[in-house]
Each structure stands twice: as structure tokens, then as C-alpha cells.
């Protein structure tokens, strides 16, 4: 089993539309997550932390479920700029390493 | 935000020469540096840790021997690929810890033909 994976995708959605993605993660150990955006061929950019409580920023919600494993990014009336790759990362380990080991990434494109 | 560069932004080389990859933090201190490797549609790999002034730790299955690492100094960190294959063409990025922040190069392309 690796130890975070996502669903490759690619959504395709309308502008406006409001999607989710999941990502799941298999050391329950793990502190710290994160959500990046990749655009083609561009480095990781950090989208948003995702804290135990939840987290919102403008469109995008975060979301930790520890007991199932899994982190969730939502993002609300979707925009043409949000196409992109997102990737779901988590610290290994139970200390704050620094160690990030990314999930695939899930492929978003928003049609006009 | 802070910055991280690296140099080149893409290389392409002969199968069996050595390439050296810099990554610089522009305006602040690491003394931890990652480098990873994505191949094209996969996800980034995590393959060492650059400790400044110590040895680098590198993740299961990453040859040391021909992925050297320096991290000579708190803004500095290279990655060399030795005797470069037609395999080894990927991405390769690095990032900077900035308390609980990582920041990422904008990454080099390397091509061996």
C-alpha cells in the first residue's frame, strides 16, 4: 500500500461547480498535511495547511479525518485558473521532519 | 514569501557525463534541504535529506553513490548525478524548511540523451 494516495482523475467540471477530492494516508502517526497545486511542468505550490479542526480559505475548505485516514480539499464555484494538479502531502512520521511524501496528485480541469 | 532557486532549469547531457544541480535559498538560512524527483504523471519521490555540515540521508532504494550531496553552506545544497543515464531523466526539485514551512525550487529538467 503506499502511503498517501489520491484518486489520478482527471474531474472534469464546469465553472462554478464545487468538487472535492480525498486523499488517504496509511501511517497513523502522520502530524502534519498539506495540500499543494502543481501547475504543468511548474514546481509544488502550498495551497493550504490542513489543520485537525478544519480550515477554510476563501473557495477552499480542508479537512482532517484521523480516524478514517484521510485529508479532503474542497473547493467552491470553481474558477478556469483552478485547473491544475493538486497534490495531498503528508510528513512522515510522527515528528516534524520535514519529510514530505506526496500522493499522486488528482487532475482538475474547470470548463467554461 | 521565501524564495528557493535552483540552477540550471533544465540540462540535457550525454549518457555517462555528471550533473550538478544547485538549490539556493535566496533570503533565508536552511539548514535542511530536500530533493525530490517526479517523472512525468507520477507524484514527486522524495529522495534525500541535505543536512548542512553532515551527511546526507537519502530514502530506500536512492543510490547514494550516485546521487552525491553537499550542503556546504546554510543557503547552498547540490545534488550531482553521476554518470547519468537515459533513466534518470526526470524533474528534479528541491525545497528549503522554513520553520514548518517547505518551500520549493522551481525545479530542473534533465534530459540524458
Known amino acids: 500500500r503506499k502511503e498517501v494516495e489520491q484518486d489520478p482523475g482527471p474531474f472534469n467540471v464546469p465553472e462554478g461547480a464545487t468538487v472535492a477530492f480525498n486523499c488517504t494516508y496509511s501511517?497513523?502517526?502522520?502530524?502534519?498535511f498539506f495540500w499543494y497545486r502543481q501547475d504543468c511542468r511548474k514546481e509544488p505550490k502550498l495551497l493550504m495547511s490542513v489543520y485537525s479542526s478544519g480550515n477554510e480559505d476563501g473557495r477552499f475548505t480542508a479537512q482532517l479525518n484521523r480516524a478514517s485516514q484521510y485529508i479532503s480539499l474542497l473547493i467552491r464555484d470553481s474558477k478556469l485558473s483552478d485547473s491544475a494538479t493538486y497534490l495531498c502531502?503528508?510528513?512522515?512520521?510522527?515528528?516534524?521532519?520535514?519529510?514530505?511524501?506526496f500522493g499522486q496528485g488528482t487532475t482538475l480541469q474547470v470548463k467554461p | 514569501g521565501a524564495v528557493v532557486s535552483q540552477h540550471p532549469s533544465w540540462v540535457i547531457c550525454k549518457s555517462g557525463t555528471s550533473v550538478k544541480i544547485e538549490c539556493r535559498s535566496l533570503?533565508?538560512?536552511?539548514?535542511?534541504m530536500f530533493w525530490y524527483r517526479q517523472f512525468p504523471k507520477q507524484s514527486l519521490m522524495l529522495m534525500a535529506t541535505?543536512?548542512?555540515?553532515?551527511?546526507?540521508?537519502?530514502e530506500q532504494g536512492v543510490e547514494k553513490d550516485k546521487f552525491l550531496i553537499n550542503h556546504a553552506s546554510l543557503t547552498l545544497s547540490t545534488l550531482t548525478v553521476t554518470s547519468a543515464h537515459p533513466e534518470d531523466s526526470s524533474f528534479y526539485i528541491c525545497?528549503?524548511?522554513?520553520?514548518?514551512?517547505?518551500?520549493f525550487g522551481p525545479g530542473t529538467r534533465l534530459t540524458v540523451l
Open positions: 501511517n497513523s502517526a502522520s502530524q502534519s
Open positions: 502531502a503528508v510528513n512522515r512520521g510522527a515528528s516534524n521532519t520535514g519529510k514530505l511524501i
Open positions: 541535505s543536512n548542512e555540515g553532515s551527511k546526507a540521508t537519502y
Open positions: 533570503d533565508f538560512q536552511a539548514t535542511t
Open positions: 525545497s528549503a524548511r522554513r520553520l514548518d514551512t517547505q518551500y
